[in-house]
């Protein structure tokens, strides 16, 4: 461990060292910028102070410097779901088309509606996404990547826009900042399918000797920089990102926003490419863990961490800045590429020890890393077990904001903001988890209810990782029992019973977001 580190621990000195302190006047302002960064794919156990073997010093700054919550909880097993409910208040599985959308769908969240971003932009705060998306750009189908796409981020919320419009594994293979591609040429038009190879271009099932990372399962169509995605695309040449750079580029224009609103309230929501496949570290990082890409991209994650932590202290705003780290779901290993992660991991637990991971109904799921940090307000080195999802962040900021928001909006995000400081110890009475088919479970005190669902036991392309699906209900005690593997249900019929019919009310009602604590 200690020489596959050391070019790590060479990284952080000289960066250290590049630290010049600026003489700048503090941000004149009462409400706190808010910073969320939201890592992909990262697992509860993938960073070292929830108990990793990989290194992540900036990350668990926050945890030092703030509050770490044990019992917090993505809104589902995927990307898209999580992020809509996420943005919108309201649980994913409640719109129709919200599960993991392809490359070229069109907007899920609709001009008007009430979002994370609208709230704060209301509350006099600048707002700025800066990375993946996953929830769709434009009106019609198929997108046109060649003149101004729209409805997106600007008209739900954002003041500014940089993204990746899906996810790196999918075309198209370009950001889109506000409206438009980035350097697109005119002359050299993008085209988008997910149904034909529309040129007849290379693709990495026919063309493999063209490939510098080898696809495992699916991601075998068109090739980019060496790396073949899910779905065809043809064009774009000179707007094509370059995979080792993503997370440089999201780097500097989330400093470059932070900059720019150095004087004024503003909340920059971050969404990292890494650590989600393909899992491209740039040369600074790869090689430095010995645990392969996977554990590379979790240093290179770490990084952007760092370089946010050090701008904010730069421009003296660290102390009237709230961040927010977290992950959209659970680990996966063998996600589309031969990459080494899960030959590799040697001690490293990214499930730590909870049962599924992406995809799945068990805990590894949905159960993620969750720290705030605010100097001299939030309380530093705290631990809590409080029961707390991201879904809440809408209703959240809208209360320590000063607004009311009608009870037919954001219908099952709840105001936990002093939870969300440290100033309070109770969470969420209950959750709502989601899984891939949509499948529900339900967690209430010490007990997870999973509902009854006929589908595999396995994920069904070649991931690795238990569904959770059963033809009979289970109920675990996660406070005995977190591993969950010894389902109660037929032990406790009348509590399996009384929490179905829980995960039913929710299910079928309208109304939900008004109280604190469920």
Partial sequence: MKIYLKSYIYLL???????????????????????????????????????GDIPTPHIDNLAKNGLKFTNAYAAAATC???????????????????????????????????????????????????????????????????????????????????????????????????????????????????????????????????????YSHGHNQSITNGISRIGYMSGGEKALWQDEDIADVLINKSVGFIEENKDSPFFLYLATHDIHVPRVPHKRFAGTTGKGARGDVIVQLDYTVGTVQKKLKELGLEENSLLIFTSDNGPVLDDGYVDGAAERLAEHDPFANFRGGKYSTFEAGTRVPFLVQWKGKVKSNQESTALMSQVDFLRSFATFTGQNLPKDIAIDSQNHWNTLIGEQAKGRKSVVQQAIRNVLSYIEGNYKYIEPHSGPSMVPWGVEIETGFNQEPQLYNLKKDPGETENLASKMPEKTKEMAAALNKIRDSKVLGTSTTD
């Fill in 80 to 214: 898209t779901p999580s992020r809509y409910a996420m943005l919108t208040g309201e649980y994913a599985w409640r719109k129709q088309g919200t599960g993991v959308a392809p490359g070229d769908a069109t907007s899920l969240i609709l001009p008007g509606s009430t979002t994370l971003p609208g709230v704060l932009q209301k509350a006099g705060y600048k707002t700025a996404v800066v990375g993946k998306w996953h929830l769709g750009l434009g009106k019609k189908a198929p997108v046109n990547w060649n003149k101004d796409i729209k409805p997106g981020p600007l008209e739900i919320g954002f003041d500014y826009a940089y993204l990746l419009p899906a996810t790196g594994d999918r075309v198209p293979t370009v950001f889109v900042e506000n409206h438009r591609v980035v350097n697109l040429d005119p002359e050299d038009p993008i085209t988008v399918s997910y149904r034909k190879n529309l040129d007849e271009g290379p693709t990495g099932s026919k063309n493999p000797e063209q490939l510098k990372m080898m």
């Fill in 13 to 51: 000195i000289f960066n250290s060292l590049g630290l010049i302190p600026l003489q700048v006047k503090s941000q004149n302002i009462t409400s706190p910028n808010i910073v969320l960064i939201y890592a992909d794919d990262l697992g509860y156990g993938d960073i070292s102070s929830y108990g």
